[in-house]
């Protein structure tokens, strides 16, 4: 049995306002264990603004800055400097955005931040819309999926944007994806983040019951499933080049329907649909395969 | 407690939007509809297992290199460790959840391996208040010795009573040393008998002693006689062949048997299977001659396995019918079978193929169709269907304090089922003198589900057996024990169904932090838990069940 090793200190605290079976909120615990006390988190608007609890109360055991939707690079970029002015160089600035704050509306002050190599650590915990206010697409909703901008009859036409290039072409010390049902290879990443200096980028896959439709018990099963179906393959880029494969190992993908079956997101699709989505994604691994090639 | 902050006025809060607290105040445990509890459940493995061995838990301490741990674990349900890792068709690993996804444990390798480790280790054996009931148990194979040990344990003074010269049942009289060695069978019988069990053997009830007797100076009388009677072929000739039983019986006591050359066995069954490999150590070629196929054979395919590797000839679709001596040899006229419509047992019937008659010469012929019990000594006390023992109320027989079990009871079984009899019985017996109802079986109520995504696939160990050429020279065991590495390696490839190991998946996995590591256990903080079942869910064995909160 594959037993996994996490660090014993418990950085988020219970009574916070994530829904049942939150992957996102399972993820910032993953992330503050990794990165211990000596860190500031700097959260714009999205679902962990309400987690993290109303005013007068926190459930996070470490400074939080609550901040604009399309704030967080900079913000974090912010809080940073003022602690470099301090001569604090052993805190950690941490920028935690969801999936519309990164892909939409956040890109451009995280583009700003990633171009000058400001000296911190984003986590964009990617729950595939925008659960806060209702579950509303964003440039991270899959291809074909619902949501409530997106109704069955009319699904989201376009694929979901590549992060991650967009991130690599910035030519960052690390970009990394990650997601929860991969604590080691998840508290490993944070950590070696933690470890180098400039902009480092997580893409973090975090199940939403709620917004997925599916039962809050899936959480961990969908996040496996993801990358089994290498619907989101775990790899880690150093320098805008050096592309490492994590997950899946093997050369036997699960179909892609183990996936989207279990989800009423993707309730309404057809053969065809599911084929159209085999494919792409059968594109982009051949991609990524090439991509690890090419930088070996 | 924590309390919620409230300001009464505007001066009391903070100058700027500022925490001042963390969020304990607000008990999402009351989002819950369905709540994770801890429950083990059976695993299958222990739940096939007649003697209800511990597997998982046993497996797990073999896993630590903990052996004689496991050792004390298994004689908790079983005082025949060594015996059973050798000989039991092992039904645990029929049923071990691993075979879905690679391949069965190995349990009985490791069973023999941990009862070989600890051949040494003596029983604890606690002060305890003697009882002063008297107890007789009549034979001293599985069943009896399983009654005696459980009686024993519990203060009562046990006497078992055996025909034969030496206690063991057909564990010494006909499985055969190269299957188990009696050392084992001796040191296993010894511990027993630490125990304060006495063992009169030369007393054959109803010839040395009567059962009116027994019953008279004892509180209670087990009848654990086996199935010892051999069928009968009924054709011409019977009587120029031998008992493929009393034959076993005759070679384990040390006689020497006159087989000849070539032996012909008939029958498919385990004794069939054992009275070839025994004459093949004595120098004979065995033949065996069975009426349906090698699929119908009614001996376990190891065995049939085993036979045919060390040399043995199988001759299907054929039956006796008559047997003549001629001239110091014996010649067989057989007839050819064929399959014909199911019978009762679900097997094809065989069918004679008119004038297909044949003739086999040998030396030798043994009948080996199967043994019955034999109860006459009983026959006051009996009533029987179909050849099976009816029991009265509280599995006695029509006298109050009389019990029957294993062999005796359901005909040739095997040796846990005659162990999971005797235990049983000595379970009756114990309500039985107490006055109270016998306590009700427990049986695998809810399945458990392994999550596959937890393990990688390990190949299960290889027993080490003797090669073939050596093994027909001697009565030595043809399979070896498995080394303590290959043992502990092993063991650390089972899923521990059903049984927590302290994998921490459900700490690790809950996003609420609800649930907290308190050495090697957990502990669900309820006032949090907001009831999603990630914890049930990513349990690898299913100990996390959920169940729904009362509104
Ligand atoms: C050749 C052979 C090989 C076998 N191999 C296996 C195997 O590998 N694995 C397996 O699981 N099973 C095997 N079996 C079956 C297994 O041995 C029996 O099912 C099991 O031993 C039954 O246990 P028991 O205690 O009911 O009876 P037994 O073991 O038959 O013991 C009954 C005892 O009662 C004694 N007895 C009988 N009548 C009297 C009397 N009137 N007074 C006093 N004592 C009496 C007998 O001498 C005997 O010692 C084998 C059987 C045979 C014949
Ligand atoms: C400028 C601005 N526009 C809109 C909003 C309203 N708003 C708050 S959170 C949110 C969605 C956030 O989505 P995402 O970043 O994906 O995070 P999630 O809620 O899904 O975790 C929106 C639209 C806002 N706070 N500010
Ligand atoms: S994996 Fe272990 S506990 Fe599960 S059935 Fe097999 S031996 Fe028993
Ligand atoms: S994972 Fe946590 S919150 Fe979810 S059911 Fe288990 S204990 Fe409760
Ligand atoms: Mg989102």
Known sequence: MRNFTLPERELMGSGHLGCQGCGGALAMRYALKALGEKTIVVIPACCWTIIAGPFPYTSLKVPVLHTAFETAAVAASGVRAALDIQGDTETTVLAWAGDGGTFDIGLQSLSGAAERNENIIYICYDNEAYMNTGIQRSGATPFLAWTTTTPEKTPKSEPKKDIMAIMVAHRIPYAATATVAYPDDFIRKVQKAKSIYGTKFLHVLAPCPPGWKAPSEWAIKLSRLAVQTRVFPLYEVENGERYTLNEPKDDTALPVSEYLKLQGRFSHLTEKDIQAIQDLIDKRWQRLLRQVRESA | ?551
């Open chain 2, 1 to 551: 407690m924590k309390k919620p902050i409230v300001f009464t006025s505007e001066h009391e809060m903070p100058p700027m939007a500022v925490s001042l607290a963390d969020m304990g105040h607000n008990r999402t445990g009351s989002w819950r509809y369905l709540r994770p509890v801890y429950s083990e459940k059976l695993a299958p493995c222990k739940n096939a297992c007649p003697v209800g061995n511990d597997i998982p838990r046993i497996l797990s301490l073999v896993s630590q290199g903990r052996y004689e741990d496991a050792w004390r674990l298994f004689r908790e349900t079983s005082p025949l460790p060594g015996v059973c890792g050798r000989v039991c068709y092992h039904p645990c690993e029929s049923f071990c959840n691993r075979k879905d996804f690679d391949e069965a444990l190995s349990i009985a390798a490791i069973e023999r391996f941990v009862a070989d480790a600890c051949f040494d280790l003596e029983d604890r054996i606690p002060e305890r208040p003697k009882r002063s009931e008297k107890i007789a148990i009549v034979g001293s194979g599985p069943a009896g010795l399983a009654c005696a040990y459980f009686l024993a344990k519990d203060g009562y003074a046990v006497t078992v009573f055996e025909g034969a010269s030496q206690p063991g049942g057909m564990l010494r009289l006909g499985i055969p040393p190269y299957r188990l060695p009696r050392a084992v069978l001796d040191r296993e019988i010894e511990l027993i008998a630490r125990w304060g069990v006495e063992f009169r053997t030369n007393t054959r009830v109803g010839q040395d002693i009567s059962l009116e007797k027994l019953w008279e100076q004892h509180n209670a009388v087990f009848i654990a006689t086996g199935a010892h009677q051999s069928r009968a072929l009924n054709i011409p000739g019977e009587e120029f062949a031998l008992t493929g039983l009393e034959f076993l019986k005759a070679v384990n006591a040390g006689k020497t048997i006159a087989l000849g050359k070539r032996v012909l066995i008939i029958g498919g069954g385990n004794t069939a299977m054992d009275c070839a490999r025994t004459a093949l150590r004595l120098g004979a070629h065995p033949i065996v001659v069975y009426r349906r196929t090698r699929e119908e054979m009614p001996a376990i395919a190891e065995e049939i396995e085993e036979a045919e590797h060390e040399g043995t000839q199988f001759e299907f679709l054929a039956a006796p019918v008559a047997i003549r001596k001629l001239n110091g040899k014996l010649e067989v006229q057989c007839i050819r079978m064929k399959l014909g419509e199911p019978d009762a047992s679900g097997r094809r019937r065989p069918v004679p193929i008119p004038s297909s008659d044949f003739i086999m010469y040998t030396d030798t012929v043994l009948k080996a169709v199967g043994e019955e019990p034999d109860l006459a000594f009983l026959s006051e006390h009996l009533e029987t269907s179909e050849g099976i023992v009816i029991e009265r109320a509280q599995g006695m027989l029509e006298r109050a304090g009389i019990f029957i079990g294993g062999d005796a009871q359901t005909g040739p079984s095997t040796v846990a089922q005659a162990m999971r009899s005797g235990k049983e019985v000595a379970q009756k017996i114990k309500s039985f003198l107490r006055g109270e109802r016998p306590p009700k079986a427990t049986t695998l109520e809810e399945a458990v589900r392994v999550n596959f995504n937890y393990f990688t696939h390990r190949p299960r160990v290889a027993t080490p057996q003797l090669a073939v050429s050596e093994r027909i020279l001697s009565f030595a065991e043809t399979k070896r024990a498995i080394s303590a590495e290959q043992a502990r390696v092993e063991a650390s490839r089972c899923f521990s169904c059903g049984v927590c190991n302290s994998c921490d998946n459900c700490w690790v996995f809950c996003p609420d932090a609800a649930i907290a590591r308190i050495n090697g256990h957990y502990e669900i903080n309820y006032d949090f838990c907001k009831g999603c079942g990630v914890c049930a869910e990513e349990c690898p064995r299913s100990v996390i069940s959920l169940v729904e909160e009362e509104l």
